[in-house]
C-alpha cells in the first residue's frame, strides 16, 4: 500500500485544515486507517484512526471534539478534518494502514507526511 498526505500548510489559530491521505496498491478499502503526529523532539503519537467500514472511531483526547476523521472508499482516501487548532496542534502530520484497528504504532504502511503549522 502507498500513502500519499497533502493539505497541510500555515493556519492561524482557531482556523481550520482538512488533510487527505490517497492510498493506493492492494485492495486499501480494507485496511484500518490512521492519523499521527510528530512535533520537533517529540515521538509521533496517535491522533485518529477509522475503521474499514467507517463505523468505527477513535481520537486521542487532545483532539476530541475538534477532529474529524473519514473516509471515501470509492476513492481510496482518508480525511482529517481539523477545527478550532492550537499552536499545539503544529506537527507534520503522517497517515498510515493496518489490517488491525489500533491506535498504536505498529502500522504496517506509513505516507510520507505534511506540515501543519498554527500560528499564535
Known amino acids: 500500500v502507498q500513502l500519499q498526505a497533502s493539505g497541510g500548510g500555515l493556519v492561524q489559530a482557531g482556523g481550520s485544515l482538512r488533510l487527505s491521505c490517497a492510498a493506493s496498491?492492494?485492495?486499501?478499502?480494507?485496511?484500518?486507517m490512521g492519523w499521527f503526529r510528530q512535533a520537533p523532539g517529540k515521538e509521533r503519537e496517535f491522533v485518529a484512526a477509522?475503521?474499514?467500514?467507517?463505523?468505527?472511531?477513535v481520537y486521542a483526547d487532545s483532539v476530541k471534539g475538534r477532529f474529524t476523521i473519514s473516509r471515501d472508499n470509492a476513492k481510496n482516501t482518508v480525511y482529517l478534518q481539523m477545527n478550532s487548532l492550537k499552536p499545539e496542534d503544529t506537527a507534520i502530520y503522517y497517515c498510515?494502514?493496518?489490517?488491525?484497528?489500533?491506535?498504536?504504532?505498529?502500522?504496517?504502511?506509513w505516507g510520507q507526511g505534511t506540515q501543519v503549522t498554527v500560528s499564535s
Open positions: 498510515a494502514a493496518d489490517l488491525v484497528f489500533t491506535t498504536t504504532r505498529a502500522y504496517d504502511y
Open positions: 477509522i475503521s474499514w467500514s467507517g463505523s468505527r472511531t
Open positions: 496498491g492492494r485492495t486499501s478499502s480494507s485496511d484500518t
